[in-house]
């Protein structure tokens, strides 16, 4: 089975994780703040807290962002669910913007039109979470201008895009975001096993994300609201969770992160072959934009929508893991229940109905590639 996406484990990566076993921490502890600092020097951003998943890490940006009852969340309907879940944890009302087929990111202009119509009717977002598909950054610039224009903070959900670069940033780095969050789940481009991280440059916001990483607990004498009453003292100061990350993990992800370029630049070889070998065929890859250097978490490329489900019968009979990203998340039964169908997102539907992910990862083979891109021929001609 060539699977769609795969983690790459190194001997280094092991001895990391069996070294750390055999030390005085396993929970949080000096390797999960070596993994933050090496994260902000890589990305640029002034600080990081790693934490659990992916999922956790978007809940906490949400609610150091204040978010609550009342405030709207927009994101992307082309997304995993957890961008869009993390506004109804916070109690929020979510809502979504039609994609830019071409690279089904969010549509700056789709996002401008809707909040021109949100101002007149006082439903304004508190928060819009934008997700870097595929690991293609979306347009930032003009997000960050309908941002300062109608005072929504922008969360950055990169958990495809670790590694990716923005007019010549790392994607992490905030200049256009107010947070960034990060995934480590194996398919992703590296990996802690289950893992994530949020980064930005708002020290004030980011000490925030830390607290409430750890029950909403300080233990920072100079935060104390009352007297400490001894050595032992602590505060709870606001409802956090456990959200944090181990050191087992954290080890990991210290030593995948040195090869975090050369995941992203085997990715980018093998993204580039694909193209090649689809310049004269009815699969469409995503198109890339300028100015942007993709991870390539995902290679996808949209098909005739009459063939899509025969075409992923046929890969998958054949041991080709391909797989749909996404099903939009406005018509998963749960948003249904929550008052949205099919029809409201027509573009994102569309691209839904003719989506296809292919296998994509750092040990691919070029001879596993031209198998795959071969049944793709056959079973499209
Ligand atoms: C994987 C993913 C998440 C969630 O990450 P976990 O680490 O699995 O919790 C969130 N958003 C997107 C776009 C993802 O692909």
């Keep these: 089975m060539i699977p769609y996406s795969r983690q790459d484990i190194s001997d280094e990566d092991v001895r990391a994780v069996v070294d750390t076993l055999r030390s005085d921490w396993l929970t949080q502890g000096p390797a999960v703040e070596q993994f933050e600092q090496q994260l902000s020097r890589y990305t640029g951003a002034g600080h990081c807290v790693a934490v659990s998943n992916g999922t956790a890490a978007l809940h906490l940006a949400c609610m150091a962002l204040g ?16 961008s869009a879940n993390c506004g109804l944890y916070c109690g929020a009302t979510v809502d979504f913007i039609d994609i830019d087929p071409a690279t089904a990111n969010l549509c700056p202009q789709q996002l401008e039109d809707k909040l021109n119509r949100a101002k007149q009717s006082g439903t304004l977002p ?14 930032m610039d003009s997000i960050r201008r309908l941002s300062k224009e109608y005072e929504f903070a922008v969360i950055e959900d990169a958990s495809h895009a670790v590694g990716a670069s923005y007019r010549g940033q790392k994607i992490g780095a905030g200049d256009f975001s107010d947070l960034t969050v990060f995934s480590f789940h194996p398919v992703k481009i590296m990996t802690t096993g289950e893992g994530g ?9 980011m000490a925030r994300v830390k607290q409430l990483r750890e029950h909403g607990i300080t233990r920072d004498a100079d935060a104390f609201e009352s007297e400490a009453h001894g050595g032992w003292y602590y505060e709870q100061q606001a409802l956090g969770w456990n959200y944090r990350l181990t050191d087992l993990q954290a080890a990991l992800g210290s030593t995948q992160l040195k090869r975090l370029d050369e995941f992203v630049i085997k990715r980018n070889q093998r993204a580039e072959m694909y193209r090649e070998a689809f310049s004269e065929s009815p699969c469409e890859p995503l198109t890339l934009q300028a100015d942007v250097t993709s991870s390539y978490h995902l290679f996808i490329i949209q098909v005739d929508e009459q063939k899509r489900r025969k075409t992923f019968d046929y890969l998958r009979q054949n041991d080709v893991g391909c797989q749909i990203h996404y099903i939009p998340i406005h018509t998963q039964p749960y948003y249904r229940r929550l008052g949205f169908d099919w029809g409201q997102f027509p573009l994102a539907e569309r691209y839904y109905r003719r989506a296809l992910s292919i296998p994509l990862y750092p040990a691919l083979t070029g001879e596993q590639q031209m198998w795959v891109v071969s049944l793709l021929n056959e079973s499209l001609r």
Aim: aromatic share 8%.
């Design 197 to 205: 991280a949020v980064l930005g440059n708002n020290a004030s916001l």
């Design 126 to 139: 508190k928060i819009v979470v934008v997700v870097h598909m595929a690991g293609q950054p979306c347009d």
């Design 67 to 82: 978010l609550g009852e009342g405030d709207y969340l927009w994101t992307s309907p082309i997304s995993f669910v957890a």
